[in-house]
């Protein structure tokens, strides 16, 4: 690894691990069921939406974005921030309709929405769709810090893929098993300072290596072959297309934030809903920030390449790994290694507490009468370690994926996934009609089927065009179209 040994790189995981399970030691004394849920309402806004930053961005920003600027196809140069500022309608329409029901029904899961307007069945097949897309997508992220780790520091050890895998979610078990939400909101924040620092520490190095400033780094991106953000002039082909990018980046937004468990399970801890808008409004400006300086490191990191004669790797997720470990100062190097790992735990961690909760709450029912601490903290463990080898088996599995990009394999899935629950969500807030909901599971399971063959055949029935990450709105409304098939007229006095 460069001219970073083993051991160096093992020390700085073992202590920024203590670091995390002190934390948890610290928010987790006298943790109770509610307070792994909920934590009990009680989260500093600002600290949420700081945390919320790392937990959004994750591993596949950190490695995925800097390479995609320069390997072409979708998200190339800086077209990904046409998403980005669709990301700003999705959070003001979080802000403004989505958290207001929440807090008025003061719901410790999302999907409890569903049940209370639709009833049972649209409860449990919101939930379902949520479980389904976070393990798929929390296994992405954490696979792609795997292969990371593996490459430049298990296989010189000679640790088996599988062991790399293991230890990786044995970490994130430990220090979430007993504080819950109550201690990511902690963690988060933690990590999301270590992957920016990360960020702009290796900007730096690379502005001293090239002998200019901040103004002259600028002027080398403005002046470079990736420094092109909006793309109107593209035709309706081109995923970079800024209509199918800024459509894409709000409905994004909504279905992956807004109606996702894990990421409102954070701002719902918020005091009151007036502290949660906050907190998404101080967020959904940070993360603007953010992403401009991962594709700014991006094109620095080609522009740096050309310069010293590096050669780019053929998958263009390994750049940053290449050139922070092998052609950059040791201390980058460290860096990069610590922003990794807080890049992909951010987000990791709270998927595990947020696929724990949503299984306890939502299919076991913790929320009813009766039921003892002692049994409901015995039996959230039994979950919590069984998502654990859930995350492991998938990642296992993930791994004879194909060199693709990991940020555009996740949009994909997640257009099929989260668009049944865009459809539900969609259908209940802004209809006052009521479904029945013995149906509800059919047509949520047809219409992505539906929209995978209507988007396997889009460019020969519609003349090249291609849905991309807008399928998520093809498959909202398709399950809206069925929804409407099986609902009926109810008497005003007798609506939800």
């Known amino acids: 690894m460069g001219n970073i040994s083993p051991t160096v790189i093992i020390t700085i995981i073992v202590l920024y691990f203590l670091l995390l399970m002190t934390v948890s030691w610290f928010t987790s004394r006298k943790a109770d069921t509610e307070t792994f849920f909920t934590a009990k309402r009680s989260s500093p806004w600002l600290l949420v939406a700081i945390g919320m930053i790392g937990a ?14 320069g390997g072409g196809g979708v998200n190339q140069a800086f077209s990904y921030m046409q998403m980005v500022f669709g990301y700003l309608v999705g959070y003001l329409f979080i802000a403004r309709v989505l958290l207001p029901i929440y807090y008025k029904l003061g719901v410790s899961t999302i999907y409890s929405y569903l049940g209370e307007r639709f009833g049972e069945m649209s409860h449990k097949t919101g939930s379902a769709y949520f479980i389904l897309s976070r393990i798929v997508g929390a296994s992405l992220r954490l696979f792609l810090m795997a292969i990371v780790l593996q490459k430049f520091l298990m296989d010189p050890l000679g640790v088996p893929f599988f062991w790399t895998v293991l230890i990786t979610i044995m970490l994130i078990w430990v220090y979430t098993f007993s504080g819950g939400i109550k201690t990511i909101v902690v963690t988060d924040t933690l990590q999301t300072i270590c992957m920016l620092g990360a960020v702009i520490m290796t900007i730096y190095y690379i502005m001293q290596a090239m002998d200019t400033n901040v103004s002259g780094l600028i002027d080398l991106i403005q002046e470079s072959e990736y420094s092109k953000m909006w793309y109107f002039d593209t035709g309706w082909s081109d995923p970079n297309n800024f209509y199918k990018q800024f459509i894409s980046g709000a409905l994004i937004a909504i279905v992956m934030t807004g109606m ?13 809903l007036g502290e949660s808008q906050k907190n998404i409004f101080t967020f959904s400006f940070i ?26 790797p053929e998958a ?13 100062p040791s201390i980058i190097g460290i860096v990069f290694i610590l922003g990794l790992i807080a890049a992909a735990y951010s987000s990791a961690d709270s998927a595990l507490t947020a696929l724990t909760t949503t299984f306890c709450l939502d299919f ?8 003892s601490e002692s049994k409901m903290k015995r039996t959230r463990l039994i979950v919590h370690v069984g998502f654990s080898l859930v995350l492991l088996f998938t990642i296992l599995l993930t791994k004879q994926l194909g060199d693709a990009s990991i940020l555009n394999q996740i949009f994909k899935f997640a257009g099929y996934t989260y668009g049944p629950i865009l459809g539900l969500f969609l259908f209940g807030i802004y209809t006052k009609r009521q479904i029945k909901d013995h149906l509800v599971i059919p047509i ?38 069925g929804l409407c098939f099986i609902s009926y007229k109810v008497e005003e006095s007798n609506s939800q």
């Open 444 to 481: 949520c399971i047809i219409s992505p089927f539906i929209a995978y063959f209507i988007n396997s055949n889009s460019e020969s029935w519609f003349g090249g065009f291609t849905f991309g990450s807008t399928i998520i709105a093809l498959n909202g409304l398709i399950t809206i179209i």
């Open 316 to 328: 263009r997720d390994q750049l940053y790994p290449t050139i922070a470990l092998n052609h950059l």
């Open 364 to 371: 076991l029912d913790f929320g009813k009468k009766g039921r």
């Open 260 to 272: 996702d468990q894990d990421m409102m399970q954070k701002n719902l801890t918020c005091k009151t």
């Open 287 to 312: 993360l603007i920030f953010a992403n401009i300086l991962f594709l700014s490191l991006g094109a620095l990191l080609y522009i740096y390449a050309a310069k010293e004669g590096i050669d780019i």
């Open 56 to 69: 959004s961005l994750s591993g596949v920003t950190f490695i995925s974005s800097p390479g995609a600027v």
